[in-house]
Nanobody, 116 residues
Framework: QVHLVESGGGLVQPGGSLRLSCIPS????????MAWYRQAPGEQREFVAG???????DYADSVKGRFTISRDNLMATVYLQMNSLKPEDTAVYYC??????????WGQGTQVTVSS
């Protein structure tokens, strides 16, 4: 099992930026995919961005060109750089690690609020 802790959320004005971090611990050796999801009030959780162990990325159309998923060189912390934020980006953001099995582990989430 992989334990995940997200941080970096907060209140930001439209057009601003935030960088979310997802710090894993535990059995990370078999992780092959890392992703960010978000869930707005009253909405279903949705995919935001994904990153494979090989470095391939994928983004939801709504965030392409604005958000960037990345990881550090030791394949530990995963980041989500969010630029040009919009009010509709307001949500709780979760990271998810998928290990061979497959086994999915989720973090507890971090709140992002975009408002003037």
């Amino acid at each position: 099992q992989v334990h995940l802790v997200e941080s970096g959320g907060g209140l930001v004005q439209p057009g601003g930026s935030l960088r979310l971090s997802c710090i894993p611990s535990g059995r990370i050796g078999s992780v092959y995919h890392m992703a960010w999801y978000r869930q707005a009030p009253g909405e279903q959780r949705e995919f935001v961005a994904g990153l494979t162990i090989g470095g391939s990325t994928d983004y939801a159309d709504s965030v392409k060109g604005r958000f960037t998923i990345s990881r550090d060189n030791l394949m530990a912390t995963v980041y989500l750089q969010m630029n040009s934020l919009k009010p509709e980006d307001t949500a709780v953001y979760y990271c998810k690690f998928t290990s061979y099995g497959p086994i999915e582990d989720w973090g507890q989430g971090t709140q992002v609020t975009v408002s003037s």
